[in-house]
């Protein structure tokens, strides 16, 4: 018995995946720019050794590691909305748990997920940062949070462009499993469209084609990025 | 015009500056010099609390600082006074040479920008950088990196500019250039303190020099008497090695 791959279908599918592909980019790029403000956050907090919120943060970026992507949609899935429904009652907001679209929950979940990783992205980045470059800021005159914001962290991220590159990417793959909430994205779509005819073989060749698509044009934009930031990055002194 | 009192600083155990008095005036260009470890370049960076002093007094142009107790504003506002020039330069290197200059302008003294820009040009051209104004720092040369740096600090508009062995990194070919840019703000009649191995340079542009040893300053006064008729030994040492023996004679 030979694999019959029906071709036609294949594609009639990724027309029919390409319709959510938005909603496969929201979940991955809302997300990740929540991540990073969260990963800066924590990055901060954990190079300044803020006592106790450290060892919070710690905690956080550990059992976040430690823990797959899957299981935190499931917690935040399950624990948001008791929380939510407790602080609802307390403070009698006329809303419910019911009300939250899900895929907030999902915004919540990645976003949690990504703070995490990026964290310790950007803190190496900051580390990479000579120092001599603060007491630079210092020197014009600028604050802390001046030096960090416009010198420090610019460079932070530049060092680390690839790797918040492959931040987007997990992201992006990792996008799929808000499936498990019933978010119709890319591999969902897929799922369903093959359902009624049991071509789930072309359905997910149709969604491989469709990531990997999406993947190699991040990589495209990554390495202009890049080209950009080694004007400045490569070798000299300062 | 800047007054230091009873400096001391020490990193951990080991004590670097024991109690440094000096005092500046308006206009005076002074050189510090004294072998490597003399606490040279820690007193420059006490100054603007770069390096933040354990005891003593640190006042500029009539602001005065206690190091035993001072706040972050008091020390920002002690910053905005002065200009420093590194010994590796420290460009902020994701800008370009004009936005290097412009920074301090824009980000700490919030000048407009396009006036900012216009100052910034300004003190390029005078240095001779107009035409580098679009490159990074990554691409232009140490000396003319070196001659950004000194434009970054004459910006501000300080009080007083910090020269913290502004040509030590350099190639020996590229001194020059970096002197001669130095000579010009000094001809300016801005205030300045320089630590610097280049006797002949200090001889040249300094109004005071000013001889450090251990920690502490063992002697001070016009270039002419302390580089060549020296009262103290560890001077007259010091120089022997860098001058040679005629240079000074007693």
């Given at each position: 018995m030979g694999i019959k791959i029906d071709y036609s279908f294949i594609f009639s599918a990724l027309v029919q995946e390409l319709k959510v592909l938005p909603l496969t980019l929201t979940i991955t790029i809302v997300p990740l720019m929540f991540g990073l403000g969260i990963g800066i956050i924590i990055a901060i907090i954990r190079l300044r050794k803020i006592p106790v919120v450290d060892r919070i943060a710690a905690f956080y970026v550990s059992f976040v590691r430690g823990t797959p992507l899957l299981l935190h949609i499931m917690l935040i899935y399950f624990a948001l909305p008791m929380a939510f429904d407790a602080l609802a009652l307390k403070y009698k907001?006329?809303?419910?748990?019911?009300?939250?679209?899900i895929i907030v929950f999902i915004f919540v979940a990645f976003s949690i997920n990504a703070g995490a990783y990026m964290s310790e992205i950007i803190r190496s980045g900051i580390l990479s940062v000579n120092y001599g470059q603060v007491e630079a800021a210092y020197s014009v005159g600028m604050t802390a949070p001046q030096a960090m914001r416009r010198i420090v962290l610019p460079q932070a991220l530049a060092v680390n462009l690839p790797m918040l590159c492959s931040m987007f990417i997990a992201l992006l793959q990792g996008s799929s499993l808000a499936f498990s909430i019933s978010i119709v994205e890319v591999t969902g779509e897929a799922n369903i469209y093959a359902a009624?005819?049991?071509k789930f073989l072309e359905a997910f060749i149709a969604a491989a084609i469709i990531y990997w698509g999406m993947t190699i044009l991040v990589e495209r934009i990554t390495s202009i990025l890049e080209k950009r930031v080694q004007r400045y990055n490569r070798g000299g002194v300062t | 015009m800047i007054q230091l009192k009873n400096i001391h600083k020490s990193f951990g155990k080991h004590e670097v500056l024991k109690g440094i008095d000096l005092s500046v005036q308006q206009g005076e260009v002074v050189v510090i010099l004294g072998p490597?470890?003399?606490g040279k370049t820690t007193l420059l960076r006490c100054i603007n609390f770069l390096e933040r002093p354990n005891e003593g007094e640190v006042a500029i142009d009539g602001f005065n600082v206690n190091c035993r107790h001072c706040c972050k504003e008091e020390i920002l506002t002690l910053r905005k006074k002065t200009g420093m020039v590194f010994q590796h330069y420290?460009?902020?290197?994701?800008?370009t040479v004009l936005e290097n200059v412009m920074e301090g302008l824009v980000v700490?003294?919030?000048?407009?920008r396009e006036i900012a820009q216009q100052q910034s040009i300004h003190i390029l051209e005078k240095i001779g950088l107009?035409?580098?104004?679009?490159?990074?720092?990554?691409?232009?040369s140490g000396g003319q990196q070196q001659r950004v740096g000194i434009a970054r600090a004459l910006a501000l508009n300080p009080k007083v500019i910090l020269f913290d062995e502004?040509?030590?990194?350099?190639d020996p070919e590229l001194v020059g250039e970096v002197l001669q840019a130095i000579k010009r703000v000094a001809r300016e009649g801005i205030t300045m303190i320089v630590v610097t191995h280049e006797i002949d340079f200090a001889l040249d542009i300094a109004t005071k020099v000013v001889f450090m040893d251990g920690g502490l300053i063992v002697e001070q006064g016009m270039p002419d008497e302390v580089?060549?008729?020296?009262?103290e030994e560890r001077t007259r040492q010091f120089l022997r090695r860098l001058l040679p023996e005629t240079s000074f004679s007693i």
């Amino acid at each position: 018995m030979g694999i019959k791959i029906d071709y036609s279908f294949i594609f009639s599918a990724l027309v029919q995946e390409l319709k959510v592909l938005p909603l496969t980019l929201t979940i991955t790029i809302v997300p990740l720019m929540f991540g990073l403000g969260i990963g800066i956050i924590i990055a901060i907090i954990r190079l300044r050794k803020i006592p106790v919120v450290d060892r919070i943060a710690a905690f956080y970026v550990s059992f976040v590691r430690g823990t797959p992507l899957l299981l935190h949609i499931m917690l935040i899935y399950f624990a948001l909305p008791m929380a939510f429904d407790a602080l609802a009652l307390k403070y009698k907001w006329s809303l419910h748990s019911k009300d939250i679209p899900i895929i907030v929950f999902i915004f919540v979940a990645f976003s949690i997920n990504a703070g995490a990783y990026m964290s310790e992205i950007i803190r190496s980045g900051i580390l990479s940062v000579n120092y001599g470059q603060v007491e630079a800021a210092y020197s014009v005159g600028m604050t802390a949070p001046q030096a960090m914001r416009r010198i420090v962290l610019p460079q932070a991220l530049a060092v680390n462009l690839p790797m918040l590159c492959s931040m987007f990417i997990a992201l992006l793959q990792g996008s799929s499993l808000a499936f498990s909430i019933s978010i119709v994205e890319v591999t969902g779509e897929a799922n369903i469209y093959a359902a009624a005819s049991f071509k789930f073989l072309e359905a997910f060749i149709a969604a491989a084609i469709i990531y990997w698509g999406m993947t190699i044009l991040v990589e495209r934009i990554t390495s202009i990025l890049e080209k950009r930031v080694q004007r400045y990055n490569r070798g000299g002194v300062t | 015009m800047i007054q230091l009192k009873n400096i001391h600083k020490s990193f951990g155990k080991h004590e670097v500056l024991k109690g440094i008095d000096l005092s500046v005036q308006q206009g005076e260009v002074v050189v510090i010099l004294g072998p490597s470890g003399s606490g040279k370049t820690t007193l420059l960076r006490c100054i603007n609390f770069l390096e933040r002093p354990n005891e003593g007094e640190v006042a500029i142009d009539g602001f005065n600082v206690n190091c035993r107790h001072c706040c972050k504003e008091e020390i920002l506002t002690l910053r905005k006074k002065t200009g420093m020039v590194f010994q590796h330069y420290n460009l902020f290197k994701n800008k370009t040479v004009l936005e290097n200059v412009m920074e301090g302008l824009v980000v700490a003294q919030k000048i407009p920008r396009e006036i900012a820009q216009q100052q910034s040009i300004h003190i390029l051209e005078k240095i001779g950088l107009n035409e580098k104004l679009k490159a990074y720092p990554s691409e232009i040369s140490g000396g003319q990196q070196q001659r950004v740096g000194i434009a970054r600090a004459l910006a501000l508009n300080p009080k007083v500019i910090l020269f913290d062995e502004p040509t030590s990194a350099l190639d020996p070919e590229l001194v020059g250039e970096v002197l001669q840019a130095i000579k010009r703000v000094a001809r300016e009649g801005i205030t300045m303190i320089v630590v610097t191995h280049e006797i002949d340079f200090a001889l040249d542009i300094a109004t005071k020099v000013v001889f450090m040893d251990g920690g502490l300053i063992v002697e001070q006064g016009m270039p002419d008497e302390v580089i060549s008729h020296p009262k103290e030994e560890r001077t007259r040492q010091f120089l022997r090695r860098l001058l040679p023996e005629t240079s000074f004679s007693i």
